[in-house]
């Protein structure tokens, strides 16, 4: 059953052939080179969530956020959909909005990388760049600001407050672990951004394998590298932040989580964002402290995104000029 099988018995408004139908679902898979030093029964499994079909862990709350809102009569009266976003969430509202006919209206930091500005103009969004020194936050404001004084205008999906969000993934992400490790699973770690697929997926696997521990990690400083994910101090705290759930997150540094990304991708063929690696980071140092056991975290989107950020991979560079003969 998918996310949007859920509600299809409610509304037709989703075509059950639509792009829509195969959110979710994406595959587990083990990671078997950068777990090499860990003891021989400690294993570590990625979420796969690039092959959803906006490329993101963030199909997952869109749909289920645009979903509910058309049941409630909240969008599909002529309103735009507005929301503040880094650019994942965008690309996916933009997505399935797209094949709905519902306009889209983003702000998104002027600082999001241009693959991402570039794939949400392709997709027809409307775009409001802020100031990239404000960061998400910036963003934010910037919404609640639009929203406050259009309100005939915009529905404001605000991601950061809805309960769609980690409804999303209490609904299909949590589901899809316990099932695919056949309920073996003994740690789940995941980043904090709007902090939807922690406090979703934790509380799912919180209810039906109580033996679980959930681990969340956050970027350790406020001005840092690892797109999609929040610095909780000193961030505006999402109204979906459940501080008694997540506890003290981990830290995980930047240049860190770039040297784990370009080691996913040469070591184990995974060609993801600069999140996973954190993610994998994260993941890799509370299974460095077990005995046995079974760490599953989330990779939320792929690299393709982040190629034009040089200082990631050029330092990395692996070409070789043939010497004249
Ligand atoms: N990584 C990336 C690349 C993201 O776009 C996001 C979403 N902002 C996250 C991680 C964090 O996900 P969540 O909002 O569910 O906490």
Redesign the pocket.
Known sequence: MTLLDLKLTESNTIPLDSLACHVGNTPLLPLRRVTLRLPPRVKVFVKAEWFNPGG???DR?ALNIIQNAILNGDLGRGKRLLDST????GISYATFCAALGIPVTLAVPASASSERIAMLNALGAELILTDPLEGSDGAILKARELAAEFPDKFWYAN?YDNES?WQA?YLSTGPEIARQTNGQITHFV?????????VGTGRYLNERLPQVKTIAFQPDAPFHGL???KHMPSAIKPGIYDESLVGTPLEVRTEAAHEMTIRLAREEGLFV?I?SGAAVVAALKIASELDEGAVVTVL??AGYKYLSDKKLWEGSLRTQTFPDV
């Open positions: 993101s862990v963030k709350p880094s650019g994942n969430m991601q969000n993934h995941a980043g904090l951004g709007t902090s939807g697929t922690f797109e999609g994910l964002g999140s939320p989107d």
